[in-house]
């Protein structure tokens, strides 16, 4: 499964990232291994994710979500949250 997720960091910033192993890439992010964004905005919260069959689809996933204004993110976040 590949997994397209939004954290929100330290300065409410949203992080839009694409895994294969959502609870390792977790993880890496809180170790400070994931990305140098995250890293310098330490800590996180994991607030939404999509789980996708296809490599493909997940990535056309995260390059849309990357693409919308911080708006339109939150009105995704509203439909859809992590527990």
Do not use: W
Not at 48 to 76: C, F, H, P, T
Request: net charge positive; with cysteine; glycine share 4%.
């Amino acid at each position: 499964m590949y997994y397209v997720y939004i954290l929100q960091c330290s300065d409410n910033s949203l992080y839009t990232g694409y895994t294969n192993d959502l609870k390792k890439r977790i993880q890496n992010h809180k170790l400070g291994k994931g990305s140098k964004y995250v890293r310098s905005r330490l800590p996180f919260k994991l607030i939404y994710s999509e789980k996708y069959r296809l490599k493909s689809k997940a990535l056309n996933r995260e390059r849309q979500i990357k693409g919308l204004k911080r708006e339109k993110k939150v009105r995704i976040l509203k439909l859809r949250i992590v527990k």
